[in-house]
Structures are given as structure tokens and as C-alpha cells.
């Protein structure tokens, strides 16, 4: 099994709303982290989690939390978002956090936030 | 800090080579990758290069490293119609944080 598995696809929120983005990977890998992608741009690198802690987080608004329960899953809850928060969200996962160690991507979700 | 610069659109003819180009800043990186994203998809890993190799050959896919000038191309023999997509060069910050700055996206467009 070489996939991470992101749920759901698709995702539309008010910007009064809570929701959970999810992520599933069992390749044993031991980081994950979250990218956001807008339209026809990079993705950024928002959250890094290294053997289920926190290791990098590049000044993400507080109303991004992520969470990792275990080395397998990854969640980011997402509460009282801006319409300017809409985009790609996309999970990948690593061996480790070492250089070198290559990112596999999931296929993403796409939020929009009205 | 790190910055990687593509062109932003590349167009070829089915059946021929395609080269995508992409600079970078820091000289200190040691991995530099190529990523490819279809419409509404993630990003799948292509190849990747260490910093003390000039070329890597894989397939289709040719890495050349030109480490003096801190140039990346990314060559496609024969390039398909399933070709088409936007080819993302990333370098990797030196640090042990595994973290990748992305360029902007070359968007390759195959025609017959």
C-alpha cells in the first residue's frame, strides 16, 4: 500500500462552521504534514508532525488545528474559516523527517468556504 | 531564504521531447525533486536528484543539475497526451526539517 488516503474529496463550509479534514496512510511512515495549495499556486507547507509531534508549524492561524492520533492518521479541524482559506488542502507522508526522505502526496481536499 | 523560480507554461507536440527548466537560490540544498499534479489531484512524486549527481536517468524522465549556475531541468523522451499536466521543481532547505519550497508550476500542454 503506497497511498495516502485524504477524506472527504470535496468539502463546503460557512465560516461559522467546525469540520475535520482527515488523512490515512500505512506505509509505516513516521511524518506527515499539511500543504495548502491555492488556484495556481505552490503548495505551502503549513504543519509538520514528526513520530505524532508537533515539529513544525509556519505561523498558521489559530483557526487551523491539527491533530495526529496515531503514527497512521492525520486530521486538521478547521474553525470559523475565511473565505480566503479556500483551497487545496493536501496531506503527505515520509519515512521520516530526515533530508531526503521523500514526500508522497494525497490526492487532497478541496475546500471552499462561503 | 530558498526561491525557486519555472516558466510557467511549456508546449509541445506529441512524439517529441519536452524540457522543463527551474532555478534555485540556495546552494546548500541537497535534494531537489520533481512533482507532477493533474487536474484536481495531488502531487505524485517523478524523480529527485542529490546535489553531488549531474544527471539521473530514469525512463522516460532525464534529470540534468547544472549545481555552478543552480539550474534544474527535467527532460520527457517521446512526450504523450498523458503528459499533460503541471511539473512542479522543489528544493529541499538544508536543516534536517525535510522541508520543500516549491516553484511556481510549469504548466506542459501536448498537442497532436
Known amino acids: 500500500d503506497t497511498e495516502v488516503t485524504q477524506t472527504p474529496k470535496h468539502l463546503v463550509m460557512g465560516m461559522t462552521n467546525k469540520k475535520s479534514l482527515k488523512c490515512e496512510q500505512h506505509m509505516g511512515h513516521r511524518a506527515m504534514y499539511w500543504y495548502k495549495q491555492k488556484a495556481k499556486k505552490p503548495p505551502e507547507l503549513m504543519f509538520v508532525?514528526?513520530?505524532?509531534?508537533?515539529?513544525i508549524n509556519e505561523s498558521v492561524p489559530s483557526r487551523f488545528s491539527p491533530e495526529c492520533p496515531n503514527s497512521s492518521l492525520l486530521n486538521l479541524h478547521l474553525h470559523a474559516l475565511q473565505p480566503e482559506d479556500s483551497a487545496l488542502y493536501l496531506c503527505?507522508?515520509?519515512?521520516?523527517?530526515?533530508?531526503?526522505?521523500?514526500?508522497?502526496f494525497g490526492s487532497g481536499t478541496q475546500l471552499s468556504v462561503l | 531564504g530558498e526561491d525557486v523560480e519555472q516558466s510557467l507554461f511549456l508546449s509541445v507536440r506529441e512524439g517529441d521531447s519536452s524540457v522543463i527548466n527551474c532555478t534555485y537560490t540556495?546552494?546548500?540544498?541537497?535534494?531537489l525533486y520533481w512533482y507532477k499534479q493533474e487536474p484536481g489531484a495531488g502531487l505524485q512524486l517523478l524523480t529527485y536528484i542529490f546535489s553531488n549527481m549531474d544527471m539521473k536517468q530514469d525512463q522516460r524522465l532525464t534529470v540534468l543539475l547544472n549545481k555552478k549556475d543552480k539550474h534544474l531541468s527535467l527532460r520527457i523522451a517521446d512526450t504523450q497526451t498523458g503528459d499533460s499536466a503541471i511539473y512542479f521543481c522543489?528544493?529541499?532547505?538544508?536543516?534536517?526539517?525535510?522541508?520543500?519550497?516549491f516553484g511556481a508550476g510549469t504548466r506542459l500542454a501536448v498537442h497532436p
Open positions: 508532525y514528526s513520530y505524532e509531534k508537533l515539529s
Open positions: 522543489a528544493a529541499q532547505l538544508n536543516g534536517g526539517y525535510n522541508k520543500l519550497i
Open positions: 503527505a507522508s515520509s519515512r521520516g523527517q530526515a533530508d531526503g526522505e521523500k514526500l508522497f
Open positions: 540556495d546552494s546548500s540544498s541537497t535534494y
